[in-house]
T-cell receptor
Framework: GQNIDQPTEMTATEGAIVQINCTYQ??????LFWYQQHAGEAPTFLSY????GLEEKGRFSSFLSRSKGYSYLLLKELQMKDSASYLC??????????????FGKGTKLSVIP | DADVTQTPRNRITKTGKRIMLECSQT?????MYWYRQDPGLGLQLIYY???????NKGEISDGYSVSRQAQAKFSLSLESAIPNQTALYFC???????????FGPGTRLLVL
């Protein structure tokens, strides 16, 4: 099975930088995803890491350390519209060509003026 | 037009009733999934299907069943609804060559 931990809630100020951490334990790691979900809406894909290091995409960056079972999502120049839940998800290899995606409980980010 | 659609978007039903939630996709993906989301519990996988002839249980399949009628359609049924099945239900699709899942808009279900 898998165990994915991320903080329940975070608050940050508009224009600032915030880092959302995610730790995981898995037996067949095959990639880590970050999704954004606004209240009552569907999750939308933000980033994907399968190798160690930093992936940058505009204001958002995601980092992965496979040896530490650790990832973070970095949001720069925060905007009010970034207020949402951020879901960490780990893809696990189940068998030949078979994968399963398991989600963490999400981190609710509130951006304040 | 949305690539992944779910019907109904909202539903209120009574304990013991049978209910079906439907999902359709135009992305041409073989893989489809049903999740439920409860406050504070995140997304939990109910069932998934890697093609029309392949159906697999997820972590919380008890009380649910599914039907993969075609590549584009994947239905979730609650044979006898109970109040603790009140939740937000999401359908998702993926392609083995892609790195993400695409989610439908969700169905909000209330069981009284």
């Amino acid at each position: 099975g898998q165990n994915i931990d991320q903080p329940t809630e975070m608050t940050a100020t508009e224009g600032a930088i915030v880092q959302i951490n995610c730790t995981y334990q898995t037996s067949g790691f095959n990639g880590l995803f970050w999704y954004q979900q606004h209240a009552g809406e569907a999750p939308t894909f933000l980033s994907y890491n399968v190798l160690d290091g930093l992936e940058e995409k505009g204001r958002f960056s995601s980092f992965l350390s496979r040896s530490k079972g650790y990832s973070y999502l970095l949001l720069k120049e925060l905007q009010m519209k970034d207020s949402a839940s951020y879901l960490c998800a780990v893809r696990d290899l189940k068998g030949a060509g078979s994968y399963q995606l398991t989600f963490g409980k999400g981190t609710k980010l509130s951006v304040i003026p | 037009d949305a690539d992944v659609t779910q019907t109904p978007r909202n539903r209120i039903t009574k304990t013991g009733k049978r209910i079906m939630l439907e999902c359709s996709q135009t992305k041409g993906h073989d893989r489809m999934y049903w999740y439920r989301q409860d406050p504070g519990l995140g997304l939990q996988l109910i069932y998934y299907s890697f093609d029309v002839k392949d159906i697999n249980k997820g972590e919380i399949s008890d009380g649910y069943s599914v039907s993969r009628q075609a590549q584009a359609k994947f239905s979730l049924s609650l044979e006898s609804a109970i109040p603790n099945q009140t939740a937000l239900y999401f359908c998702a699709t993926s392609d083995p060559t892609e790195e993400t899942q695409y989610f439908g808009p969700g169905t909000r279900l209330l069981v009284l």
